[in-house]
């Protein structure tokens, strides 16, 4: 599936007339290839890549890299890539942001849900549920932590890597890319080291892990 790019000024969405210091009509290019309506877009902060959310529901990634100027001059129609379609919501996607890397999606949507996106594939990571009303807007406070809030004047602060053990003595912490650190919570220092599979926990390839720590 591709999107398709066009500068079309008949187009209904084009400005007829602009308005003197208005962006002008041979500078617009419209994207269609969205089944509903389109609530919000992103552009990538690291890549020529646009993210945009839908309430079909889904949400597309673009590939952006392309030379408005050039369109204007051949007065053709050209193709834009589509790098992956998020399809895992089951309502309207209203909020969406990339993270720092830029190779992870954090969207919301109105079936009180949240979730982690490889922008790449459009697999899902992780998603969370804990929401009773829709969730209206999410935003990214590192590759970790994010923020979440809903339609019931809820505030949620999510942190995807970290866990107590059931004494309360021992910490997990782990993300997407780095290795797992178990801590010891009264000295402060790490006592054990992992890397591969994630640690106690499910992981995005279907399996569950149990480290023995006193190995």
């Known amino acids: 599936m591709e999107y398709e790019t066009s500068n079309n000024t008949h187009h209904p969405h084009y400005p007829g007339n602009p308005a003197p210091n208005s962006l002008s009509v041979h500078r617009v290019t ?3 290839g969205h089944e509903s309506e389109v609530f919000m877009c992103a552009w990538n902060p690291t890549h020529d890549l646009l993210a945009s959310g839908s309430g079909y529901p889904t949400a597309h990634v673009t590939n952006s890299d392309w030379n408005v100027s050039y369109l204007s001059k051949k007065k053709k129609s050209s193709m834009l890539n589509l790098i ?3 399809g895992q919501h089951k309502g309207p996607i209203i909020a969406l942001k990339w993270n720092r890397k830029g190779n992870f999606i954090l969207s919301a949507a109105v079936n009180r849900t949240t ?3 490889d922008a790449n594939s459009g ?3 992780q998603q969370f549920s804990f929401h009773t ?3 209206l807007d999410v935003d990214w406070q590192s590759d970790t932590i994010f923020a979440s809030c809903s339609d019931v004047m809820t505030l949620n602060i999510w942190n995807i890597s970290a866990a107590f053990s059931p004494d309360d003595r021992l910490l997990a912490t782990d993300s997407f890319e780095k290795p797992i650190h178990i801590w010891d919570i009264v000295r402060g220092q790490i006592v054990h080291g ?3 599979t994630r640690v106690g926990a499910s992981a995005s390839d279907g399996t569950v892990c149990v480290v023995d720590l006193r190995k």
């Open 30 to 32: 419209v994207l269609c």
């Open 84 to 86: 992956s379609t998020l």
């Open 115 to 117: 979730i982690i996106s």
């Open 123 to 125: 697999h899902c990571k």
């Open 133 to 135: 009303a829709p969730a």
């Open 194 to 196: 992992y890397r591969g």
